[in-house]
């Protein structure tokens, strides 16, 4: 092996504290955070301090499941979720396919009618440059919450029809989610070449030499390190993050 190894399995973490905004539907007695779904990528939440709920979205319908300390919920691509805030919600997140998330593989549940206009959409989502130095921007927080409000805004439409309609309420969605991300499918290709497809390979290869009774590989060893993000804690989907750049 030559070079920095992936984290294990290619995947990511970060650490979560959830937005302690008020949402317009009440759900959280502390706040919301952004619903959204990702088109190529798991996720797993490991509660590691307060409470509160991710709701969900999916072929099963609408779903609420409770998060407390010691908890871990995870949900594959395509399902919509949103993470509630009942206090101090503090959760470690774990992600398939590293930097596919930052790259685009998540989508709001904007409206209709954003959704299915990409420049509209790009809009929407984007937020101001966040510095990882000095204090907090306001100017981001605002951008911020104004995505969260007009995510909840399409996803309230979302859970009625999923309510009516069943699993089939979030057909239009996926198809959306689907025609916004192709064009980046190229570059994310390469991002899992070199993460999760490489660490795949290398436990294939490892298990073809023991199999032989060879154990060369383990000569080739080697520790990687690496410290937070420096700076206030970015503005993320459904809190505030710290991150790593593994």
């Given amino acids: 092996m030559s070079g920095r190894p992936p984290f294990p399995g290619g995947t990511s973490v970060s650490r979560l504290m959830v937005y302690d905004w008020p949402a317009a539907d009440g759900a959280g007695s502390a706040g919301s955070g952004t619903p959204h779904l990702h088109t190529t990528s798991s996720e797993g939440y490991v509660v590691i301090g307060g409470e509160g709920a991710v709701q ?3 072929q099963d319908g609408y779903a609420e499941h409770r998060l407390f300390p010691g908890q871990v919920v995870w949900f594959t ?34 409206p209709d009618d954003v959704l299915k206009d990409p420049d509209r959409y790009r809009e929407a989502a984007a ?23 007009l995510a909840l805004t399409g996803y309230a439409e979302l859970r009625a029809r999923v309510d009516t309609e069943g699993s089939a ?9 689907g025609r916004l991300v192709a064009g980046r499918v190229p570059e994310w290709r390469a991002i899992v070449g070199a993460g999760v497809q490489r ?16 154990a060369g ?19 993320g989907m459904c809190g505030r993050l710290r991150t790593w750049q593994l």
């Fill in 127 to 149: 937020l101001p440059a966040q510095s990882h130095e000095g204090p907090d921007d306001p100017l981001v927080a605002d951008a911020a919450r104004r995505r969260r409000d």
């Fill in 199 to 214: 660490s795949t390979a290398d436990t294939v290869s490892a298990l073809a030499s023991l199999a032989s009774g060879r």
């Fill in 77 to 110: 691509p395509g399902v919509v979720h949103r993470l509630v805030n009942d206090g101090d919600l503090d959760v470690l997140v774990v992600m398939s396919n590293a930097g596919l998330p930052e790259a685009g593989d998540a989508v709001l549940t904007f």
């Fill in 169 to 177: 309420g979030l057909a239009d969605l996926h198809a959306a989610a």
């Fill in 56 to 58: 969900t979205l999916s």
């Fill in 217 to 235: 590989h383990l000569a080739d060893a080697t520790v990687a390190e690496q410290t937070a993000r420096p700076g206030p804690a970015r503005y």
